[in-house]
């Protein structure tokens, strides 16, 4: 897999001020502010409702934000569309599996690719010139991704047919092959067994300290967030509680008030 810069790694990647949208009569977001450096792992926790799936779908360009400011290395993503905001290296993974389940594990993660294809209809239709390079780079890139997160032996498998956390790291592959520098989850592991959870940090670890992605996690799965992050956010009511080293949000007393004490 291609490294992002080893200079570029700590160095500011997305930056949100004083965030805030609103849902009839609900502040989702309230002045929510955060922001993540290259090559970190970002958790944001907090109880049900606190506006994390929220800030996510804002980052993304799903949600059209009432009041303040996303930059990704400076550049302004509000106002711009979804696959604008793809395409400038923001990818999401949703919290229910969204594959083709019939397709195979290849094909799902070929998928991820689609917006690097130029060519037209035609010219990839009959495999030559341009067209051709770019299917075999495609392909190359997403062997290179299935290599990375050990899905070789069942690259050729419907994706229906795979267990739960097998389908997550196909998931996980459709994102990586369009080449990212930030990755945004909500809980991932939400639903997994203990095995499929361990499984799914490591490759999370994996992917910070080899390819040097920043990832944004969204989880209710505490130990998973204390393992593996580099920073924590906590939220309630769409503001921010804390931020800081996990420890220190862990014993911070009103994070333990607000979620994990109840
Ligand atoms: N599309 C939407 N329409 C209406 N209300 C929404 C929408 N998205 C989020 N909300 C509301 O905003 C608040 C924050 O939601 P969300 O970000 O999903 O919370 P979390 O992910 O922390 O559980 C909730 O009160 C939720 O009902
Ligand atoms: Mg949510």
């Avoid at 955060?34 to 980052?59: M, Q, W, Y």
């Avoid at 924590?232 to 800081?244: D, P, R, Y």
Wanted: aromatic share 6%; hydrophobic share 40%.
């Amino acid at each position: 897999m291609p490294r992002l810069a080893p200079e570029a790694i700590g160095k500011p990647l997305l930056e949100i001020e004083d965030l805030s949208i609103n849902f009839g009569g609900v502040k989702a977001l309230d002045g929510f502010s955060f922001d993540i450096r290259c090559g970190e792992i970002h958790a944001l926790i907090g109880p049900n409702g606190a506006g994390k799936s929220t800030v996510l779908n804002c980052i993304c360009g799903y949600y059209h934000p009432a009041r303040g400011e996303i930059l990704l290395m400076g550049e302004p993503l509000i106002g711009q569309r979804t696959d604008q905001i793809a395409r400038l290296g923001v990818a999401r993974i949703f919290q229910r599996i969204e594959l083709f389940r019939r397709m195979s594990v290849l094909e799902n993660i070929m998928v991820g690719r689609h917006r690097f294809i130029r060519s037209g209809i035609l010219s990839s239709g009959l495999f030559w010139g341009r067209g051709y390079r770019e299917e075999s780079l495609n392909q190359q890139k997403a062997e290179e991704v299935i290599e990375f997160l050990n899905l070789q032996h069942v690259r050729k498998n419907p994706v229906g047919s795979l267990p739960y956390g097998l389908q997550k790291r196909v998931e996980i592959g459709r994102a990586l092959v369009a080449e990212p520098r930030l990755l945004l989850l909500d809980e991932p592991v939400a639903g997994m067994n203990i095995e499929e959870k361990e499984d799914v940090a490591r490759y999370l670890l994996d992917i910070k300290d080899e390819i040097g992605l920043a990832i944004i996690l969204v989880e209710h799965e505490m130990d998973v967030v204390m393992d593996i992050s580099d920073c924590v956010t906590a939220m309630n009511f769409g503001c921010k509680v804390t931020s800081g080293l996990p420890d220190e949000v862990r014993t911070n007393p009103e994070v333990i008030r607000s979620y994990l004490g109840s």
